[in-house]
């Protein structure tokens, strides 16, 4: 069974978490129960969680991208199965998702392709002998638990309230957290910190960086790579990324600057890091493009090419700025 998370005031529960609570001080509030229930409607009770979460902005995106994966099932066509998505959503987050969708409807879709892509990712990752997979910032990602039975060792990278929220869910039904390490990775030593998890620094390793590159300050990006790259031989990277130079928002249309900046503020969340170029990995970091392209192209693919093919041009225009990549350590 997980540890409790202990407060330092000896508080006792129950405590009720609000994801999507106004970000005026950048924080999640966790709040006693019946106070809470007064004065809002959310639902997200956890038993037994004392009051140390304290869940930024970041953070709260996880519960939004969970929410849009809980809706697969409804879907005409679903492209995965994550049964454990429900558990991370609640009012807040789904709202927030209804808000990203009227942004720029093809949002969550693309974020359904991005799911089905990096569940891809995983499985023929494993298949080619890869015997590790790391989540960084892995959210609410449940995937070792969707690949429990395929032999290899999962680990999992995030913020510790993050971490921890997940745990309690987890405890609640019954399952146990992957190891994990409680970081802030663009700050912290993750190869050393995984390693004194179990993680084998010589092993075939993927890593699945999904939902982040566009979070983080785009100053700290290369030097964490390279310092994984320092550390960790043979592995393999995959994340989604908007190709475009977010700090100068150096946009081709004004429709895509709208959008994405729709999209920020649906998600609470700003996004300063886009990669116009990706040959930066491979000139400021030792790596090389295994694979890259736009979500959208993988319609076809995914059974969707007709619904993509029917999106208004100037939609299919904006989705070519979202897309995947896989680095490959040289
Ligand atoms: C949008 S969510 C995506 C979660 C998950 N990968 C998914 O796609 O469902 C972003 C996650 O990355 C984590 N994250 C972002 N930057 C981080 C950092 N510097 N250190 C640790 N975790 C980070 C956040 O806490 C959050 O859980």
Same mark, same amino acid.
């Given at each position: ?19 999507g ?40 995106t996880?519960f939004v991208i969970a929410s849009i994966r809980a809706l697969e099932?409804e879907k005409? $066509? ?11 959503s609640?009012d807040r987050a789904r709202t927030a998702a209804r808000q990203v969708d009227a942004v720029f409807p093809p949002s969550t879709t693309m974020v359904r392709f991005r799911t ?142 709208k959008r994405l900046?729709g999209l920020e503020r649906a998600m609470q ?14 000139? $400021? ?22 619904m993509v093919?029917?999106y208004p041009?100037?939609w299919?225009?904006t989705l070519?700025?979202y ?8």
């Amino acid at each position: 069974m997980p540890a409790a998370a202990h407060g330092p005031d000896g508080a006792t529960p129950p405590f009720l978490i609000l994801p999507g609570f106004p970000p005026i001080i950048n924080q999640y509030y966790v709040c006693r129960l019946p106070e809470v229930l007064q004065a809002t409607s959310f639902t997200s009770y956890i038993p037994g969680l004392r009051p140390m979460i304290d869940i930024n902005e970041i953070g709260a995106t996880a519960f939004v991208i969970a929410s849009i994966r809980a809706l697969e099932p409804e879907k005409p $066509q679903p492209l995965f199965n994550d049964p454990y998505a429900p558990w991370f959503s609640n009012d807040r987050a789904r709202t927030a998702a209804r808000q990203v969708d009227a942004v720029f409807p093809p949002s969550t879709t693309m974020v359904r392709f991005r799911t089905r892509y990096f569940n891809r990712f995983v499985e023929r990752g494993i298949v080619d002998g890869a015997r590790q997979v790391v989540l960084l910032g892995g959210g609410f990602d449940m995937r070792a638990h969707h690949y429990h039975d395929m032999g290899v060792a999962f680990f999992e990278v995030d913020q510790k309230a993050v971490l921890e929220f997940k745990r309690h869910i987890l405890a609640d039904n019954g399952l146990e957290q992957p190891p994990s390490l409680f970081a802030n990775y663009l700050e912290e030593d993750v190869a050393g910190g995984l390693a004194d998890l179990g993680f084998d620094l010589a092993a075939p390793t993927l890593m699945v960086w999904e939902g982040n590159t566009m979070y983080l300050p785009p100053a700290s990006i290369m030097p964490f790579l390279n310092r994984l790259a320092a550390a960790i031989p043979s592995f393999r990277i995959a994340f989604d990324y908007f190709a475009v130079d977010l700090q100068r928002r150096d946009f081709d249309s004004d429709e895509d600057r709208k959008r994405l900046e729709g999209l920020e503020r649906a998600m609470q969340a700003s996004f300063p890091t886009g990669f116009p170029d990706l040959t930066v990995f491979e000139k $400021q970091a030792p790596f090389e493009v295994a694979e890259s392209g736009s979500f959208s192209e993988l319609a076809e693919e995914y059974g969707l090419g007709e619904m993509v093919a029917e999106y208004p041009e100037d939609w299919r225009e904006t989705l070519t700025l979202y897309r995947y990549c896989v680095l490959e350590r040289r």
